[in-house]
Each structure stands twice: as structure tokens, then as C-alpha cells.
């Protein structure tokens, strides 16, 4: 605070309260409230209570205080235009720089008690000093207690008629239906990108600030809607970087990624290709971008694309929200995903964001719910650029030792003659059916000993689904592994054991060897599974 100066004039340098709008006609988005209100001040239908409910930022306060000018000002209503406040009597002069004690400006966060409601109702009969009438403006009124409404009510039911009550509030399910039903409900809604691109887009320059489309945009969608919040955020960019803006500064300062980086991860999810996807989000966070924003700013993403998928009249809807250009790289994106894979990762998102909050490490809960969804849609792109080979001196054998092997196999035996002809070849006969001779054996009999093991065991199970047979060697399966990790478990002697038993039972093999390759095999899961299971997280 600038020590000399009156509170207001100090405070007066942020954005939202320099360019607060004064009268009906400088309010943003609210049409239908604005001309509401206009032709009650010229009927002089002037009801005395009303309640503005909306999400922040949105203008309920600023409304209520230019009706306290509209009701109180000097000027003939005849000669105001629309019964707009004329802005230049000693009634509009006071409220504007607050001034008077006829206008009274609660918060109820911190005038919760019955005491403080009770004070306030015994002075109500006290005629106006200054004003016409004594305007009550009480913010976030659904924060006052039970008994402190109980106070209210009884004074909103048998008012005086020079006392108008605006009660403002953000959740109006709180506010108890007897209060409500007393008052003129007014609900505020949430503004368009372009209504709010347009209003920052005057204030910038006014204020002369050099400011970039994009940059005016990414503020924009920043402000969800709120006037207010896009204002302050208009005032925080140019308090850290000054009159010149753009779009990298406000990127970093408002810890969001570009739109480019974004569309590119999305890109990437949508076409299977993880491993790209997980390195968009290590470059993102080493840039400073914030796990939980971006996890929001995703999810946004996707709800759209699914409301371009799901509605032909998608585009012109949201348009509202996001600029054109935006618009149609969205509908490029939406021809690369099914409306069911859109339901599954974004369900992975959510159900993730509890973890990003409460995460020592923020972005591990998302790129965990990007791995997942990879593993779980097919994903089959190598780590590196090229084709990887197995790394396992196992299956590199030189051509001489092949040569040697095939001789032993060939060499007969110095043994003696079996008596029993018949039993020998019998013998041998099972011998050579105990192990297949190729892969496909195995690979037919794959699921259904993944599914045993599923039922007896669901941790080895789901370490086995992102593993494939590759090839068998001297009576041991070869199984390869995209991950470090999973290579490690299998390897573990309780793990190894117990596939081996399952094996065994359904190809006669009792020896793996497990290899790290990097390839992603095919997905087992059937896609009617996967779909119940996105259902029942979507309906938790």
C-alpha cells in the first residue's frame, strides 16, 4: 500500500478493479440479467431482496453494485438512458468510491454468527443518511450458519421498504429454499472465449501492452470462464515480464505447455505411439509445466473431441470455449480415436488425478496412466528408432557349435540292445511328444495358460500380458519382455516356478528364459472386457 494514498486509489492499480464496469451497458455476457434489471428501475418495480448466483468472477457483486447506483441515483429516470446509473450525481460519485454507510458490503466467510446477522437486523429500521435507499450486499452468503440464516429469514419476510437485501453466492444449493424463495433469483453464467478475449483484448490496449494473439488466448482459456480471473492473470503477466508479452513468458507463468506440445501428446496417445507420448510429458515437466494442470487441460481435450465426435453440431459449440483454428485441429485428432478409447483414457486420467495431487513425484501418477493405456490398447512400437534383436547370448550361437550339436544328435549311440523293442520305441515316441517341436504349439495353448494363471495368481498374470513366446532352444522357452522390471520378477525363483508348473502342464515345457527386447506384444484382454472395466470406473 502507497502510504498517502486512500485505500481504493492504492488498490485501485490492479486491472479488474480500474476496468470494473459502472453501469448496465459495460457488463460482459449477461444480457438477459442486464435488460431484466434496466426495465425494473424504469417500472420502479424495485424488489427487496434478490439473490445472484454463479461461478466466481462472473459479475454478481459488480451487478449488484451498479443496481445500488441505479436505484439510488439522482438523475430522472426519464432522462437516463436504459435507467442506467448517470455516473456524475453525489449518490453514484459515493457509492463508486464507497463513501457512504448506506451501502453495506458483507462477506459472510468471516460474518458467518448470529450475533453478527442480528447486529446487522436491529439497525435495518433506521432510515438512509445519505441514499434513497440502504443497499445489504452479502457475499458468499451460503457460508452463513444455520442460525445466522435463521436471523435473516425473519427479516426478509417483513422488510422496510427503504431496505434492499443482494445476497451473491457461488453454491446455491447451500442456500436454504425458505431464504431463497424470498428473493428475485438471478443465475449467472460462465463467459465465451471470445467474450472474454474481447474484453482483455481493449484492456491491453488501453493500457498500451504489446501482447500476442496467442498469449491473449491461453489467458483467456486460463480464466475458465471468469471476467476476473483473466484480468488478474492479464495483471500478473505484465507485473512479471512488463508491457511486452509473449507467448513462452505467459506459458512458463501460467505453468501451462504450449498448444503444440499439447495436440502433440495427444497425437501420439491416440496413435498408440507411448513411448513418444511419455517423452512429450518429460519434456513438458522439465519446462516447468504443472502434472495436475496439464492432467486438466487433457482432459478438457478429450471432452471435447468426444462432444465433436458424439454431436454434429459440435464445432459451432465450441467455438465458444476455444478459437477456430483450435477447433479444427481438435476435429483432426477426433478422426484418429474411437468414442470407446476416448471414454478409457480419459477415465485413466481422472482416476489418476487424486495421486497427481497427493504424489511426491506429481508426474508419475499420469505417466503411469499413459503406460497403462499403451499396454492395454496394443501398443507395439519398438523403444529405439530401429528393429530391436534379442539380447541373449542363448540364441547367438556360431555356426560351428550348430554343426556340433548336429553331429551329436546324429552320432549313434554305444549302448546295448533293449530287449524290448516295442517298449523302447514306445518310450521314445513320448519322449519326442513331451516337447513341441515348434512355437505354435505353444502359442495356441498361450491364453489359456495365461488364464490359469490368472485365477491362481493375478500379479503373475498381469507381468505375463505384456510378454510373448519368441522362440524355443534346447527345451526352454524363450519369452521377451519390453520392460527391465518385468524381466527381473519372471526371473524371480517363486514366479519362475509357478509358470513353469502351468507350462508344463499345458506343453510339457518346464524351463524359460526370459529376455528384455523392447517390443510390446499384442493385448489379450477382450475389447467387451475392457469396455466394462472403463464403464464401472466411469460409474465409481
Known amino acids: 500500500m502507497v502510504i498517502g494514498l486512500p485505500l481504493t486509489e492504492s488498490m485501485a492499480k490492479t486491472f479488474y478493479r480500474i476496468y470494473r464496469p459502472q453501469k448496465f451497458s459495460e457488463l460482459v455476457g449477461q444480457e438477459l440479467i442486464r435488460l431484466t434489471l434496466e426495465q425494473s428501475v424504469k417500472e420502479n418495480r424495485i424488489a427487496h431482496a434478490y439473490l445472484f448466483t454463479g461461478p466466481r468472477g ?5 451487478t449488484a453494485r451498479i443496481l445500488a447506483k441505479a436505484v439510488n441515483c439522482l438523475t430522472p429516470v426519464e432522462k437516463r438512458m436504459d435507467a442506467e446509473p448517470c455516473d456524475k450525481c453525489k449518490n453514484c460519485q459515493a457509492i463508486t468510491a464507497n463513501r457512504t454507510l448506506d451501502l453495506l458490503e458483507i462477506d459472510a466467510a468471516s460474518y458467518t454468527g448470529v450475533d453478527n446477522i442480528r447486529q446487522l437486523t436491529e439497525n435495518i429500521d433506521l432510515a438512509p443518511a445519505d441514499l434513497r435507499y440502504r443497499i445489504f ?53 460462465l463467459l465465451t472465449l471470445p467474450e472474454i478475449l474481447k474484453k482483455i483484448s481493449k484492456i491491453a490496449k488501453k493500457e498500451k501492452i504489446e501482447i500476442d494473439e496467442e498469449s491473449l488466448e491461453m489467458l483467456s482459456e486460463a480464466a475458465n470462464g471468469g471476467m476476473r480471473d483473466a484480468e488478474s492473470l492479464l495483471d500478473q503477466v505484465v507485473s512479471l515480464v512488463g508491457k511486452k508479452v509473449r507467448s513462452k513468458e505467459t506459458m512458463k507463468i501460467l505453468g501451462i505447455a504450449g498448444r503444440e506440445d499439447e495436440m502433440k501428446l495427444l497425437s501420439n496417445l491416440f496413435e498408440k505411439k507411448t513411448n513418444r507420448a511419455i517423452e512429450s510429458l518429460e519434456r513438458m515437466a522439465g519446462e516447468g509445466v504443472d502434472a495436475f494442470l496439464l492432467s486438466h487441460r487433457l482432459l478438457d481435450y478429450l471432452r471435447k473431441i468426444l462432444f465433436l465426435k458424439l454431436n454434429p453440431k459440435g464445432p459451432a459449440v465450441i467455438e465458444k470455449e476455444i478459437s477456430k483454428s483450435q477447433v479444427e485441429k481438435l476435429e483432426f485428432l477426433a478422426r484418429k480415436i474411437t468414442a470407446v478409447e476416448l471414454l478409457n483414457i480419459s477415465a485413466k486420467i481422472v482416476q489418476s488425478q487424486p495421486n497427481i495431487k497427493n504424489s511426491s513425484f506429481p508426474r508419475l501418477p499420469l505417466e503411469l496412466a499413459i503406460v497403462e493405456w499403451g499396454l492395454e490398447n496394443n501398443d507395439r512400437q519398438p523403444i529405439d528408432n530401429e528393429r530391436p534383436s534379442i539380447p541373449s547370448t542363448r540364441l547367438k550361437k556360431t555356426e560351428k557349435t550348430k554343426e556340433k550339436e548336429l553331429a551329436t544328435k546324429n552320432r549313434e549311440p554305444i549302448t546295448e540292445k533293449p530287449l524290448n523293442k516295442k517298449k523302447t520305441r514306445e518310450t521314445k515316441k513320448e519322449q519326442k511328444n513331451a516337447v513341441p517341436t515348434n512355437l505354435k504349439t505353444v502359442l495356441s495353448k498361450w491364453t489359456a495358460v495365461l488364464q490359469n494363471i490368472r485365477e491362481i495368481q493375478p500379479a503373475l498374470f498381469s507381468l505375463l500380458k505384456v510378454c510373448s513366446p519368441v522362440k524355443i532352444e534346447d527345451d526352454t522357452l524363450i519369452i521377451s519382455t519390453p520392460f527391465k522390471f518385468h524381466k527381473d520378477k519372471l526371473s524371480d525363483g517363486r514366479n519362475r516356478s509357478m509358470f513353469c508348473q502351468e507350462l508344463n502342464k499345458a506343453v510339457g515345457l518346464n524351463r524359460i528364459c526370459v529376455v528384455q527386447d523392447g517390443k510390446l506384444p499384442k493385448n489379450e484382454i477382450n475389447d467387451d472386457e475392457m469396455l466394462d472395466q472403463v464403464k464401472s470406473l466411469l460409474a465409481s
Open 58 to 62: 462472473t459479475g454478481k457483486t459488480t
Open 137 to 189: 450486499i452479502i457475499d458468499e452468503v451460503h457460508m452463513l450458519s444455520r442460525g445466522a440464516f435463521n436471523a435473516l429469514l425473519k427479516t426478509l419476510e417483513e422488510p422496510p421498504a427503504h431496505t434492499i437485501f443482494i445476497l451473491a453466492t457461488t453454491e446455491q444449493h447451500k442456500v436454504p429454499s425458505t431464504i431463497a424463495s424470498r428473493c428475485q433469483r438471478f443465475s449467472f453464467r
